[in-house]
């Protein structure tokens, strides 16, 4: 693919899952990659198939090493390290450091990553940002406010960079998919099982939907096409949606 043949590129979260199948991807079309991950050993592990570079730490603080080990230039960011965990309902007590660290994780490392990153793109014209969030960014997931209201964050964020900066040459992508067959989605409890693992995708699927998307330049990413008729019944009927996802909500609740 003529638009990463060459092109250097950073994976973050990329030790295991959707992150590693990205990088995999990006390396086998003629990248050059950086794998982050908080998991030292996974990270070395995927580098080391692909031909990688692997730089475990925190995703929200490695764009300058990244670069260096790059070359001095990153042309391609994949913003794909994410938290779960569900914080707590309402009516039980607040997890602050839950919700704190999915702010962190989920938008802010995005928004740190952009800031860093931005100032060399403009100059170029050039650069491409590819946020992994999730159908929940778009819809919401019953059982986990925190991820939830995140990673809506994490998608308003890869818009507004979107509408902001395309026309000085930056591409924008946000994945959006439901369940993958992750790490996470098997931390996603009796939840995660309801309403996510019956449609689950490999994470092989979310990086042909991706660069299906590269190749088509588009923004929105749904490895999950029927995400999109779900996003259009939310904004045009959003009390027959919240009534849909309240009764999958009670079901969830019936089996606790």
């Not at 929200?60 to 070359?71: F, H, K, P, S």
């Amino acid at each position: 693919m003529e638009a990463v043949q060459g092109a250097k590129v950073v994976v973050t979260g990329a030790g295991g899952g959707i992150g590693a199948a990205l990088a995999r991807r990006f390396a086998a079309q003629g990248a050059r990659v950086v794998v982050n991950d908080l998991d030292a050993d996974g990270a070395k592990a995927v580098a080391e198939e692909i031909g990688g570079i692997a730089l475990p730490g925190d995703a929200a603080t490695i764009v300058t090493e990244a670069r260096d080990a790059l070359g001095g230039t990153v042309d391609v960011y994949c913003a794909n390290a994410g938290v779960g965990g569900d914080g707590g309902d309402v009516g039980e007590p607040l997890d602050e450091r839950a919700w704190a660290l999915s702010w962190d994780v989920n938008v802010m490392a995005h928004v740190r990553a952009a800031h860093a990153l931005l100032p060399d793109w403009l100059e170029r014209g050039s650069g491409r940002f590819v946020s992994t969030v999730s159908a929940a960014g778009l819809l919401t997931m019953i059982g986990a406010a925190p991820y939830s209201v995140t990673k809506h964050g994490a998608y308003a964020f890869a818009e507004w960079l979107s509408l902001t900066y395309r026309h000085r040459g930056l591409k924008v992508h946000a994945i959006c998919p439901q369940g993958v067959r992750t790490g996470m989605l098997d931390a996603s409890g009796s939840a995660g099982d309801l309403v996510l693992r019956p449609t689950a995708i490999e994470p092989d699927d979310v990086a042909d939907a991706l660069f299906r998307g590269i190749e088509e330049d588009r923004f929105l990413i749904l490895p999950h096409p029927e995400v999109a008729e779900y996003y259009r019944a939310r904004a045009t009927d959003p009390e027959r949606w919240l009534g849909g996802m309240n009764r999958i909500q009670q079901q969830w609740e019936a089996t606790r």
